[in-house]
């Protein structure tokens, strides 16, 4: 039997990863095609848009399961400082019952949605196709994706007896979706529903409604024990929609709908380019390049850190791939070259977030197409697209790249013997070689015009951001398997595999959260925070704005401490884009402002991911790490600062276009 088990999950996981890793593949294939087909004005593959939006939705939902497979969803995780065994084993127990308690609800409340909006269609219309294809053949990847996890969160338990309880749990979930089931069996209506069964459905929706506050806060202590993020954004907005007597089809339709806007797949696909830079020698080429250019120059080796760790996060938007792939070999060149640890190992931890100020950033692609649909849903009308967010970052990123280098190199003029004592550091200088700077230049060639190709593209409106983001994918594989052969074709899966934790847990944070702003806006949420806000600050008041930004930074400094830059975007933006808009904040210049925030929410202990990571990398204390990067997050917050209370450093270059 065990041996059986072995062979049939083996199987599972094999036709798993085919589908995530094909799907996810056609995605860059599809659009680069077209794209070559239509400078040859040939007709292009009919029902495209449609089919990559869908197929989107399955590489979501297959990435989530590899994802819990691999324990890598992001998660807040404070448990994990308890010393007490005992209590933090209770945690971590009741978190896993609970996620899987949710995830077996989600999974049978999206059965509804499948049938009525897309099989039945409004129950006489014909199903939902994509050519001859049914939608409801892409859709059915949410209910088992959703139980796939449950059973994968309830085998985690270390004991028989605790998979037990969780597989209890599972059949507990069932049963709690029976509202779920009676549409299914008796229709959309309601009162069709016969007794008693109407009444158990009464009874339940009466229970959430009276208790709502205390399982809000039941998520929210089982988010800070290391539940995964949006497990407890669907568990929150599932709550808010049931209290709301939505039916329970309300949160399944508007993920559905979020994960087919084709304005999405350039995320995982701007992260799988950035994977296959990490994963070949593009880094090692790079640093060489930089550094001939750059090295003669005061604090050259400086400046080649802080560029080449914003060229490597703008695409993967996980400043913390950098640390781990870039760490070890900067680290060398500073030490060689003088630097103390303190320095080089602040900057090295400090200058990756850099990268989500520049494009392809995922930060600024989520925040501009949030802010739309959140100003779509509150009536605002708005002209800006992603494009002027990603040059309304332009200069403030610049900054923050000035500021990072400045620091470092005023850091750079002092060294500590032990832990104090001001000295002067023994610092290198190259001297610059044109014939080695054209030979690191043409290697690196491929690599530095990279950039060049895809913001040229875009900018020009020759490349849509999608287009942009494919051409990125195929043009990485052509350069680094094909031409500069640093990867084999064979080991091509193992890079889609180090790229599915990032996505998956990004857009399944991403998909929930939609489904939470939803309920805010359908409750009325924002209004009344803002209502209070205004009560509380007076908009008219001379200081208003002032106050304003000031409380913001704040609240979003200390969100950042505590959770991860997407789920705050998916949950914060909701509440902070209709307060700015009453305090005349403009939205683009919010949004830089929120990115800003997020950024240093990568320093900020207790959660800072890149302190955690740079600790295991350099393989040095955590608070060795916090006291090394103090004076660089120092500095981000001065930057923040000056850009906050300065709205042209954000609103001049976009307003050119």
């Known amino acids: 039997m065990p041996t059986l088990l072995t062979s049939t999950s083996t199987v599972f996981s094999r036709i798993e990863k085919a589908i995530c890793f094909g799907s996810l593949a056609l995605l860059a294939l599809i659009p680069f095609v077209e794209r070559i087909l239509r400078l040859f004005s040939v007709p292009t593959i009919p029902h495209s848009l449609g089919i990559l939006s869908h197929l989107f939705l399955v590489v979501v939902f297959f990435a989530a399961m590899l994802t819990a497979k ?3 969803h992001i998660a807040i995780g404070i448990a994990q400082y308890i010393k007490n065994d005992r209590i933090k084993w209770v945690f971590e127990f009741a978190g896993t019952l609970l996620i899987v308690f949710l995830l077996t609800l989600l999974a049978w409340n999206t059965l509804p949605f499948i049938k009525y909006a897309l099989m039945m269609h409004g129950q006489g219309l014909p199903p939902v196709r994509l050519g001859v294809v049914p939608v409801w053949i892409f859709a059915i990847v949410m209910p088992l994706g959703y139980l796939v996890m449950a059973l ?7 004991s028989w007896r605790e998979r037990a309880v969780a597989l209890a749990v599972l059949l507990l979930g069932t049963a709690a979706a029976f509202p779920a089931f009676a549409e299914l069996i008796w229709g959309t209506d309601i009162f069709d529903v016969p007794e008693p069964f109407f009444t158990w459905i009464y ?3 009466s229970l959430v409604i009276r208790f709502q506050v205390p399982m809000i806060i039941l998520l929210v202590l089982a988010a800070l024990s290391g539940m995964p993020v949006f497990a407890v954004i669907g568990g929150i907005a599932t709550i808010m929609l049931v209290a709301a007597e939505r039916p329970p089809t309300a949160l399944p339709l508007e993920v ?25 020698k593009a880094g090692e080429r790079l640093v060489r390049t930089f550094r001939v250019f750059f090295s003669w120059l005061p604090g050259g080796i400086i400046i080649v850190a802080v560029l080449i760790s914003a060229f490597f996060s703008s695409f993967t938007g996980a400043s913390g791939v950098t640390i781990l792939a870039l760490g070890g070999i900067l680290y060398t060149i500073f030490r060689k070259n003088g630097y103390s640890e303190r320095t080089t190992i602040g900057l090295l931890t400090a200058a990756g977030g850099t990268g989500v100020m520049f494009p392809p950033s995922l930060a600024i692609i989520m925040v501009a197409t949030t802010s739309n649909v959140i100003l779509h849903h509150m009536g605002v009308s708005t002209d800006y697209t992603p494009i002027h967010y990603f040059v309304g970052a332009i200069i403030p990123g610049f900054i923050l790249l000035l500021a990072m280098i400045m620091t470092a190199m005023v850091l750079s003029s002092f060294k500590s013997k032990g832990n104090t004592g001001p000295g002067t550091e023994s610092i290198e200088r190259g001297s610059f070689n044109l014939r080695e700077a054209l030979a690191a ?16 593209g875009y900018f020009t409106g020759w ?14 594989v052509i350069v680094e398997v ?6 084999a074709v064979r080991d091509i899966p193992k890079v889609f595999a180090k790229a599915i934790p990032v996505v998956g847990g990004v857009l399944t944070i991403l998909a929930m959260a939609n489904g939470l702003s939803f309920a805010f806006v359908d409750t009325g949420i924002p209004e009344t925070f803002t209502s209070w806000m205004e009560s509380t600050v007076s908009p008219d008041a001379a200081y208003a704005r002032i106050v304003f930004l000031l409380l913001l930074n704040l609240a979003l400094l200390l969100a950042g401490s505590v959770i991860d830059m997407f789920s705050a975007i998916m949950v914060l933006l909701p509440l902070v884009v209709p307060l700015g808009a009453a ?64 709205p042209w450093f954000s609103t001049w270059l976009p307003s050119l276009f």
């Open 203 to 205: 009874v339940m929706e």
């Open 152 to 158: 994968r969160f309830a085998f985690y338990l270390r």
């Open 463 to 476: 490349l849509t951001l999608m287009e942009v983001s494919a051409v990125s994918v195929v043009y990485v």
């Open 482 to 487: 094909f031409i500069k052969r640093d990867i």
């Open 583 to 646: 305090y005349g904040i403009d939205p683009l210049h919010l949004g830089i402002i929120f990115i800003l925030n997020l950024e240093a929410g990568f320093l900020t202990p207790p959660v800072g991911i890149n302190l955690f990571l740079a600790s295991s990398r350099f393989e040095r204390p955590f608070m060795q790490i916090c006291r090394y990067v103090m004076p660089f997050f120092l500095v981000r917050i001065a930057v923040l600062l000056l850009v906050a209370y300065i």
């Open 441 to 456: 230049l043409r290697e690196s060639a491929p690599e530095v015009l990279l950039p060049v190709v895809l913001v040229g």
């Open 256 to 280: 559905f709908t979020r994960l087919t806007r084709p304005d999405l797949i350039a995320i995982p696909l701007f992260t799988l380019t950035g994977f296959f830079l990490s994963e070949s």
């Open 70 to 72: 691999s324990r890598g």
